[in-house]
């Protein structure tokens, strides 16, 4: 047995935040303003003061909220039923009872919670609800301020429960048919749970639908709650196998969950759970035998979450919760709030509201709320403390809600509240009702874009001296407008006629969609070395998991083989692991640890490549430590890059600075059922390790891709940097000379895609034939002429009568246009096949003739000729916007 | 001349050329050595031959010159025309340099650098490694070279415009640590020229940055396209949340088989940011310590990091290529076997590795070929002419005037 310790972390110890729920700030507590105890249960004490602070403490924290006569008060006083743990004579003699009934290293496995777990006393309609509740009133009690957390025990399993990465059995993929034994399973659960787990239930229709109409909503569901390794016990018979764990079993066998009708009068459970296990064996046996997990791999001994040790269970500061959701009952359509406080404000689901695994629910347009009666006593301890803060860890769903999206809201509808916090798009909103807000607790303080839609920790902080204030995962942030983040006021105008909801405005208005893992409500602001403590401890419950790698450590045999003539004894790497979301597990921070004190490390070991597997799989996606290479050294003065080893002691295998420290893999078969191994790529001595090559799997031969038959265009459009380079090459004039080039540029063909043709770009191109032609014709004389040589050496631009029924002057004009413009007649011979030919000529002819005589018969009325300037830039135009500079 | 001469009936206008495109428009698929010289200069160089230069190509068309195709030895012709560089180069390398793909923003000095490199016939691959960058020749007195501003190619673009200067004969290069005033400054081609900078260093992750270089020079889209779940994910940076909205599966099944390569190829571009306010390239030197980051590291590289804290926290600019084992070996890195170790530290490295892989000098054949067909390769002979123009390129040494060349040659026309 060994003890580790995680909160120091330089230390090699790991450590279980046990017993450090209350505080780690350093700062005394302070007292809770107290709420169903005496002055409102009716209960009075009037006995011997408390000897210690311990008792104060006791009091306080368990004793104001037990004693009452609807839970333990009715029955665990003097002279009632032992043990007298609420007795009102002597709250000394109270906390000395108490005393014998909890675990101060582990509250969650106090007596006084064990027992709730059972059912017994349970004042809530949910065993979880009251379980929970005891569990953190007994964590707040002994919560010890500016205490180091207590350490505990990691302890080597024993070598009998050390087993081989199992050949699992698997459930047939998705793809495959399902085995016909399905059906009956099926049809049992169809008939006798379809009133509520399925969508057409007459009753809840509460999830998981493993009773659906739908008989593949059905399987996909009812894979997660039959454990394949009960096949161990109902099929193979195996001595020492562990009794059925399926947890459609467990529901029925020993929680009495819904039994049904036994017609043969007997005990209605112990019928259905007799039928439910024949169904489930009949199941198993038709399933694929298991295939072998492959032994050339080096992998580590398995285990699961069942086998992990609880990490954590407390750490965080909530010593003046008054409200506090963890969801950890993941059933029913009730949000428990389990602070203990006063009468639990408990929060009913109200449309699309789905549990998710590892605590927490999932809003997608619904909304879970409380009644006004019970969200009473957020106003009467908020108003009277002057202060309070709401904390959450949620998983915004998108960024794009907005509204503001309510997160949650205690308010009489969408215009008048109390408080909010909300989300637009990438912000956060708080809007607190005081008396310098409105009645709807504007204006708003808004953070800037710190906003994820990913996990985050968000803590809403107001008193009257400070006014509100932000924080999100343990960092202050900044409000997008500073003016509206002193607003502080007064709570006085509070209306205690509102009811508190998480996920939506009460009148079912701005939905917010997300998950939330947790949410409290303290009657104290949050400092920020508490809200950091909070953030640092997380949400959900996470476990430590042991791989035992003793085995592997030795050097191979001449064969290769695995000799068990472990050079190390109770060697582990261990993974703290917990559930993510529905869908994965989180990995994170793997160390190896050596918890035999009496064997030592002999050689200098190597560790390397290391990958996760799940069921006697290796796994695909999400493998981090797939590089890993570290040294472990036995010598007091280890190389470098070796870590030194000692019993007892963590040697960390990852860091940020060198690759992930976490990650996250896929769930198979779920929580209750998937079991892990490792497996390593080198492992053992340093000078002779065993080593696994994973085999690289041949590149295949690149495809030439297969030819399209499809027609295509051989001929392209200009695009329209070389319709401009054209048009300027072709005239002679310089871009830089036509105004026009700039407006119309980005009207032009982008792409030479012939289909992209459209008659804007015609209309771009037209008034870019015209600009050019306009400068060619008006502009530099001696370039003009040159380009019109054979025209201007017998006629004038300057006689506007030039061209008017003048075939040869047209012809001088036209040939010059053909001969530069079409580019064709190369060699005044040959003519281009690709090119128009010269039957254009007569196109022009007719448009100089229409133009010099005012008779196009298109055109509008005009009152005179066109010029023999605008004759020829027209002309020009024509041939120069047309199809012949156009194509390529 | 009256105004009112001056005023051409548009309408009229407008029916005439429309009556002209009628004509006009028709494929002429057939070519002799005219016909085949015509389309290969208008492809090349965008424009129209003069009557001198389409004889000169239509000749040796007909007399190949020993040891080339008449169809390479006539775009060679083609490609000593200007507007090769001033548009059909521009053309081709402007929508590289900005994030919209804008093929009409102002010439720059990445579009420089690409047109320089090619019209001195160096080895294309560099676009991306060269220590220089391409500015206009100092003797044509235009404002020098700023790094904060793009003048100096604005006032380049206007002289080719006035037909006064050429992209062909203008541009020298400079040293990029020599105009970009930061000292010890790791240059590497125009992934650190200032358009690039603006466009793909400017705020963000520079995830940016490593998008458009696969996007423009390996043809790939990382985030549509690539997806290798098998890699290992210790490299994936702390600012990616593994549950997007709550749901893992997004993470796992369309996050993580592409940041597990491409976050430890972005490492190597660690140092490089850009400055909004100053308007230039933001680089941390020797002995610079970023005060969001306590290293060489640009803050950016870690930002959101409590999106998944367990993820990774880049300390330095050391780059990996996880690519070179799995599904994206095929990309056929190190292509011409120099023994790249498929790792190193800093960008001019990094980029090395990407130009030096088979699919970079692919993807510029299959732009290149696009460019002078008018159409993306479509037939199996389309595709075979690539892969072959590509051992071409290889083997002449990465010049790109080659791949214009054996491109035009394929489509001139039968």
């Given at each position: 047995?060994?003890?580790?310790?995680?909160?120091?972390?330089?230390?090699?110890?790991?450590?279980?935040?046990?017993?450090?729920?209350?505080?780690?700030?350093?700062?005394?507590?302070?007292?809770?303003?107290?709420?169903?105890?005496?002055?409102?249960?009716?209960?009075?004490?009037?006995?011997?003061?408390?000897?210690?602070?311990?008792?104060?403490?006791?009091?306080?924290?368990?004793?104001?909220?037990?004693?009452?006569?609807?839970?333990?008060?009715?029955?665990?006083?003097?002279?009632?039923?032992?043990?007298?743990?609420?007795?009102?004579?002597?709250?000394?003699?109270?906390?000395?009872?108490?005393?014998?009934?909890?675990?101060?290293?582990?509250?969650?496995?106090?007596?006084?919670?064990?027992?709730?777990?059972?059912?017994?006393?349970?004042?809530?309609?949910?065993?979880?609800?009251?379980?929970?509740?005891?569990?953190?009133?007994?964590?707040?009690?002994?919560?010890?301020?500016?205490?180091?957390?207590?350490?505990?025990?990691?302890?080597?399993?024993?070598?009998?429960?050390?087993?081989?990465?199992?050949?699992?059995?698997?459930?047939?993929?998705?793809?495959?048919?399902?085995?016909?034994?399905?059906?009956?399973?099926?049809?049992?659960?169809?008939?006798?749970?379809?009133?509520?787990?399925?969508?057409?239930?007459?009753?809840?229709?509460?999830?998981?639908?493993?009773?659906?109409?739908?008989?593949?909503?059905?399987?996909?569901?009812?894979?997660?709650?039959?454990?394949?390794?009960?096949?161990?016990?109902?099929?193979?018979?195996?001595?020492?196998?562990?009794?059925?764990?399926?947890?459609?079993?467990?529901?029925?066998?020993?929680?009495?969950?819904?039994?049904?009708?036994?017609?043969?009068?007997?005990?209605?459970?112990?019928?259905?759970?007799?039928?439910?296990?024949?169904?489930?064996?009949?199941?198993?046996?038709?399933?694929?035998?298991p295939v072998p997990i492959d032994p050339s791999i080096l992998a580590s001994r398995a285990s699961s979450i069942e086998d992990g040790i609880v990490a954590s269970s407390g750490g965080r500061y909530q010593s003046d919760v008054i409200a506090l959701y963890e969801f950890k009952s993941g059933e029913g359509t009730i949000a428990h709030d389990t602070s203990g406080v006063g009468d639990p404000l408990n929060l009913n689901f109200f449309g699309d509201v789905d549990w998710v695994g590892n605590w927490g629910i999932r809003l997608n347009g619904g909304r879970v709320q409380g009644s006004t009666t019970r969200s009473k006593k957020l106003h009467d301890l908020l108003k009277v403390a002057r202060e309070y803060a709401i904390e959450t860890w949620i998983i915004p769903a998108n960024v794009t809600q907005e509204g503001p999206a309510r997160i949650a809201t205690y308010s009489g509808g969408a215009d008048t509240r109390n408080f909010a916090l909300g989300q637009t798009l990438y912000s956060y909103d708080f809007m607190n009702r005081s008396s310098d807000t409105t009645n709807n607790g504007e204006p708003t303080l808004t953070t800037t874009d710190v906003l994820q839609a990913s996990l985050q920790h968000v803590v809403a902080n107001y008193n009257s001296l400070d006014g509100r204030s932000l924080y999100v995962n343990g960092e202050f942030v900044e409000a997008a407008d500073t003016s509206s983040d002193s607003t502080a006021g007064d709570l006085n105008d509070w209306d205690d006629a509102f009811a508190f909801a998480i996920g939506g405005e009460?009148?079912?208005?701005?939905?917010?969609?997300?998950?939330?893992?947790?949410?409290?409500?303290?009657?104290?602001?949050?400092?920020?070395?508490?809200?950091?403590?909070?953030?640092?401890?997380?949400?959900?419950?996470?476990?430590?998991?042991?791989?035992?790698?003793?085995?592997?450590?030795?050097?191979?045999?001449?064969?290769?083989?695995?000799?068990?003539?472990?050079?190390?004894?109770?060697?582990?790497?261990?993974?703290?692991?917990?559930?993510?979301?529905?869908?994965?597990?989180?990995?994170?921070?793997?160390?190896?640890?050596?918890?035999?004190?009496?064997?030592?490390?002999?050689?200098?070991?190597?560790?390397?490549?290391?990958?996760?597997?799940?069921?006697?799989?290796?796994?695909?996606?999400?493998?981090?430590?797939?590089?890993?290479?570290?040294?472990?050294?036995?010598?007091?003065?280890?190389?470098?890059?070796?870590?030194?080893?000692?019993?007892?002691?963590?040697?960390?295998?990852?860091?940020?600075?060198?690759?992930?420290?976490?990650?996250?893999?896929?769930?198979?078969?779920?929580?209750?059922?998937?079991?892990?191994?490792?497996?390593?790529?080198?492992?053992?001595?340093?000078?002779?390790?065993?080593?696994?090559?994973?085999?690289?799997?041949?590149?295949?031969?690149?495809?030439?891709?297969?030819?399209?038959?499809?027609?295509?265009?051989?001929?392209?459009?200009?695009?329209?940097?070389?319709?401009?380079?054209?048009?300027?090459?072709?005239?002679?004039?310089?871009?830089?000379?036509?105004?026009?080039?700039?407006?119309?540029?980005?009207?032009?063909?982008?792409?030479?895609?012939?289909?992209?043709?459209?008659?804007?770009?015609?209309?771009?191109?037209?008034?870019?034939?015209?600009?050019?032609?306009?400068?060619?014709?008006?502009?530099?004389?001696?370039?003009?002429?040159?380009?019109?040589?054979?025209?201007?050496?017998?006629?004038?631009?300057?006689?506007?009568?030039?061209?008017?029924?003048?075939?040869?002057?047209?012809?001088?004009?036209?040939?010059?246009?053909?001969?530069?413009?079409?580019?064709?007649?190369?060699?005044?011979?040959?003519?281009?096949?690709?090119?128009?030919?010269?039957?254009?000529?007569?196109?022009?002819?007719?448009?100089?003739?229409?133009?010099?005589?005012?008779?196009?018969?298109?055109?509008?009325?005009?009152?005179?000729?066109?010029?023999?300037?605008?004759?020829?830039?027209?002309?020009?135009?024509?041939?120069?916007?047309?199809?012949?500079?156009?194509?390529? | 001349?009256?105004?009112?001469?001056?005023?051409?009936?548009?309408?009229?206008?407008?029916?005439?050329?429309?009556?002209?495109?009628?004509?006009?428009?028709?494929?002429?698929?057939?070519?002799?050595?005219?016909?085949?010289?015509?389309?290969?200069?208008?492809?090349?160089?965008?424009?129209?031959?003069?009557?001198?230069?389409?004889?000169?190509?239509?000749?040796?068309?007909?007399?190949?010159?020993?040891?080339?195709?008449?169809?390479?030895?006539?775009?060679?012709?083609?490609?000593?025309?200007?507007?090769?560089?001033?548009?059909?180069?521009?053309?081709?390398?402007?929508?590289?340099?900005?994030?919209?793909?804008?093929?009409?923003?102002?010439?720059?000095?990445?579009?420089?650098?690409?047109?320089?490199?090619?019209?001195?016939?160096?080895?294309?691959?560099?676009?991306?490694?060269?220590?220089?960058?391409?500015?206009?020749?100092?003797?044509?007195?235009?404002?020098?070279?700023?790094?904060?501003?793009?003048?100096?190619?604005?006032?380049?673009?206007?002289?080719?415009?006035?037909?006064?200067?050429?992209?062909?004969?203008?541009?020298?290069?400079?040293?990029?640590?020599?105009?970009?005033?930061?000292?010890?400054?790791?240059?590497?081609?125009?992934?650190?020229?200032?358009?690039?900078?603006?466009?793909?260093?400017?705020?963000?992750?520079?995830?940016?940055?490593?998008?458009?270089?696969?996007?423009?020079?390996?043809?790939?889209?990382?985030?549509?396209?690539?997806?290798?779940?098998?890699?290992?994910?210790?490299?994936?940076?702390?600012?990616?949340?593994?549950?997007?909205?709550?749901?893992?599966?997004?993470?796992?099944?369309?996050?993580?088989?592409?940041?597990?390569?491409?976050?430890?190829?972005?490492?190597?571009?660690?140092?490089?940011?850009?400055?909004?306010?100053?308007?230039?390239?933001?680089?941390?030197?020797?002995?610079?310590?970023?005060?969001?980051?306590?290293?060489?590291?640009?803050?950016?590289?870690?930002?959101?990091?409590?999106?998944?804290?367990?993820?990774?926290?880049?300390?330095?600019?050391?780059?990996?290529?996880?690519?070179?084992?799995?599904?994206?070996?095929?990309?056929?890195?190190?292509?011409?076997?120099?023994?790249?170790?498929?790792?190193?530290?800093?960008?001019?490295?990094?980029?090395?590795?990407?130009?030096?892989?088979?699919?970079?000098?692919?993807?510029?054949?299959?732009?290149?070929?696009?460019?002078?067909?008018?159409?993306?390769?479509?037939?199996?002979?389309?595709?075979?002419?690539?892969?072959?123009?590509?051992?071409?390129?290889?083997?002449?040494?990465?010049?790109?005037?080659?791949?214009?060349?054996?491109?035009?040659?394929?489509?001139?026309?039968?």
């Amino acid at each position: 047995m060994r003890t580790i310790k995680k909160w120091f972390f330089p230390s090699a110890l790991l450590t279980l935040l046990i017993g450090c729920g209350a505080t780690d700030s350093g700062q005394p507590n302070e007292t809770t303003p107290t709420y169903g105890s005496d002055n409102d249960t009716g209960i009075i004490y009037s006995g011997p003061a408390e000897e210690n602070e311990d008792v104060i403490n006791y009091k306080r924290e368990v004793w104001d909220v037990l004693a009452q006569e609807n839970r333990c008060g009715n029955c665990h006083i003097q002279g009632e039923q032992t043990p007298e743990f609420v007795r009102t004579d002597d709250i000394n003699v109270a906390y000395a009872s108490a005393l014998e009934l909890v675990d101060s290293s582990a509250p969650q496995l106090s007596l006084m919670v064990t027992k709730v777990a059972t059912g017994h006393g349970c004042w809530e309609n949910s065993t979880t609800a009251c379980t929970v509740t005891m569990q953190n009133l007994i964590t707040n009690w002994l919560s010890d301020p500016g205490a180091s957390p207590e350490e505990i025990a990691l302890i080597a399993p024993a070598p009998s429960s050390l087993s081989a990465p199992g050949a699992s059995l698997r459930f047939p993929n998705d793809e495959d048919p399902r085995l016909e034994e399905f059906n009956d399973l099926y049809s049992l659960l169809r008939t006798n749970c379809g009133s509520c787990h399925a969508e057409d239930g007459i009753q809840e229709q509460q999830p998981p639908f493993f009773s659906s109409d739908d008989i593949d909503v059905a399987y996909a569901a009812i894979k997660t709650k039959i454990n394949l390794n009960d096949a161990a016990y109902l099929i193979d018979n195996i001595v020492g196998a562990p009794i059925p764990s399926s947890r459609l079993l467990v529901r029925v066998r020993d929680q009495s969950h819904n039994c049904w009708f036994n017609p043969n009068g007997g005990d209605p459970c112990s019928y259905s759970s007799t039928q439910l296990q024949a169904a489930i064996r009949d199941y198993l046996s038709a399933l694929p035998e298991p295939v072998p997990i492959d032994p050339s791999i080096l992998a580590s001994r398995a285990s699961s979450i069942e086998d992990g040790i609880v990490a954590s269970s407390g750490g965080r500061y909530q010593s003046d919760v008054i409200a506090l959701y963890e969801f950890k009952s993941g059933e029913g359509t009730i949000a428990h709030d389990t602070s203990g406080v006063g009468d639990p404000l408990n929060l009913n689901f109200f449309g699309d509201v789905d549990w998710v695994g590892n605590w927490g629910i999932r809003l997608n347009g619904g909304r879970v709320q409380g009644s006004t009666t019970r969200s009473k006593k957020l106003h009467d301890l908020l108003k009277v403390a002057r202060e309070y803060a709401i904390e959450t860890w949620i998983i915004p769903a998108n960024v794009t809600q907005e509204g503001p999206a309510r997160i949650a809201t205690y308010s009489g509808g969408a215009d008048t509240r109390n408080f909010a916090l909300g989300q637009t798009l990438y912000s956060y909103d708080f809007m607190n009702r005081s008396s310098d807000t409105t009645n709807n607790g504007e204006p708003t303080l808004t953070t800037t874009d710190v906003l994820q839609a990913s996990l985050q920790h968000v803590v809403a902080n107001y008193n009257s001296l400070d006014g509100r204030s932000l924080y999100v995962n343990g960092e202050f942030v900044e409000a997008a407008d500073t003016s509206s983040d002193s607003t502080a006021g007064d709570l006085n105008d509070w209306d205690d006629a509102f009811a508190f909801a998480i996920g939506g405005e009460v009148d079912r208005q701005y939905a917010w969609e997300g998950s939330v893992r947790m949410l409290a409500i303290h009657s104290r602001v949050l400092t920020p070395d508490q809200i950091t403590t909070n953030f640092d401890a997380g949400v959900g419950q996470k476990y430590f998991l042991l791989f035992g790698v003793s085995h592997l450590l030795s050097a191979p045999d001449v064969d290769g083989d695995i000799i068990e003539n472990q050079m190390l004894q109770d060697a582990f790497v261990v993974f703290q692991v917990e559930v993510f979301d529905d869908h994965s597990y989180l990995f994170i921070e793997p160390f190896f640890i050596g918890l035999d004190e009496e064997s030592e490390l002999a050689s200098d070991i190597i560790l390397e490549g290391m990958r996760l597997g799940i069921n006697g799989q290796d796994i695909i996606p999400g493998q981090a430590f797939g590089k890993m290479s570290v040294t472990i050294s036995g010598s007091a003065t280890p190389s470098d890059d070796a870590k030194a080893y000692s019993d007892n002691t963590q040697i960390h295998l990852a860091s940020n600075a060198t690759g992930s420290t976490g990650t996250v893999i896929p769930q198979s078969l779920g929580p209750d059922i998937d079991e892990f191994y490792l497996s390593f790529s080198r492992i053992g001595p340093i000078n002779n390790p065993r080593i696994f090559n994973t085999p690289v799997p041949d590149l295949p031969e690149p495809e030439i891709p297969t030819g399209s038959s499809s027609p295509y265009y051989t001929l392209g459009l200009r695009s329209f940097d070389e319709i401009i380079a054209t048009m300027s090459n072709v005239t002679n004039v310089p871009p830089s000379e036509v105004s026009v080039v700039n407006e119309v540029r980005r009207q032009l063909p982008a792409v030479e895609d012939i289909e992209g043709f459209v008659s804007s770009q015609q209309a771009g191109i037209m008034q870019l034939a015209m600009g050019f032609c306009t400068v060619l014709v008006e502009g530099d004389i001696s370039r003009r002429d040159s380009f019109f040589t054979d025209f201007t050496g017998t006629y004038s631009f300057s006689d506007d009568d030039a061209l008017r029924d003048n075939a040869a002057a047209q012809d001088l004009i036209i040939s010059a246009l053909l001969k530069n413009l079409l580019g064709n007649r190369i060699n005044n011979a040959e003519f281009l096949d690709t090119q128009p030919d010269e039957t254009l000529s007569v196109e022009l002819r007719d448009l100089i003739n229409g133009l010099t005589n005012n008779d196009l018969p298109t055109s509008e009325p005009s009152d005179g000729s066109a010029s023999t300037a605008s004759t020829v830039i027209a002309a020009c135009s024509s041939v120069l916007g047309s199809s012949i500079m156009l194509l390529q | 001349m009256s105004g009112l001469k001056n005023n051409i009936n548009l309408r009229g206008l407008l029916c005439s050329l429309a009556s002209l495109g009628v004509i006009l428009i028709a494929d002429h698929s057939s070519a002799g050595n005219l016909e085949q010289a015509k389309r290969i200069h208008d492809r090349v160089a965008g424009v129209p031959p003069t009557e001198t230069v389409l004889n000169q190509m239509a000749g040796v068309i007909a007399s190949p010159p020993d040891g080339k195709t008449g169809g390479v030895a006539a775009a060679e012709i083609a490609m000593e025309n200007d507007n090769f560089y001033n548009v059909t180069l521009k053309t081709l390398v402007t929508p590289w340099t900005n994030e919209e793909q804008d093929p009409f923003v102002a010439l720059n000095d990445y579009t420089a650098t690409v047109i320089g490199i090619v019209a001195n016939d160096l080895d294309f691959r560099t676009i991306l490694t060269t220590p220089n960058l391409y500015v206009a020749r100092s003797s044509l007195g235009l404002p020098a070279y700023s790094p904060t501003n793009n003048a100096h190619y604005e006032a380049l673009e206007e002289r080719v415009r006035e037909n006064r200067s050429s992209l062909k004969d203008d541009l020298e290069a400079v040293s990029q640590a020599s105009v970009v005033q930061i000292s010890d400054f790791e240059a590497s081609g125009v992934v650190t020229s200032r358009a690039s900078a603006k466009a793909f260093f400017s705020d963000g992750t520079n995830r940016s940055q490593f998008q458009y270089i696969f996007l423009n020079h390996m043809c790939i889209e990382v985030f549509g396209e690539i997806n290798d779940a098998a890699r290992v994910v210790d490299r994936i940076r702390q600012d990616v949340s593994r549950s997007p909205g709550g749901d893992s599966r997004v993470y796992l099944n369309f996050c993580m088989g592409c940041h597990s390569g491409m976050d430890p190829l972005i490492q190597g571009l660690a140092y490089y940011d850009y400055d909004n306010n100053l308007e230039k390239i933001d680089f941390n030197g020797p002995g610079i310590i970023d005060p969001d980051s306590g290293s060489r590291v640009q803050g950016k590289y870690l930002i959101n990091s409590n999106n998944f804290p367990y993820g990774y926290a880049a300390p330095d600019n050391k780059w990996d290529n996880y690519w070179r084992e799995g599904t994206y070996r095929s990309l056929g890195w190190d292509w011409t076997n120099e023994g790249l170790p498929g790792n190193g530290y800093g960008a001019e490295s990094l980029m090395t590795e990407i130009s030096h892989s088979k699919t970079f000098a692919q993807c510029h054949v299959s732009q290149v070929f696009e460019t002078v067909c008018l159409r993306e390769p479509q037939s199996t002979e389309d595709h075979e002419k690539v892969s072959a123009i590509t051992d071409s390129f290889r083997n002449n040494g990465f010049n790109f005037k080659t791949v214009f060349a054996e491109s035009a040659d394929y489509c001139k026309g039968e």
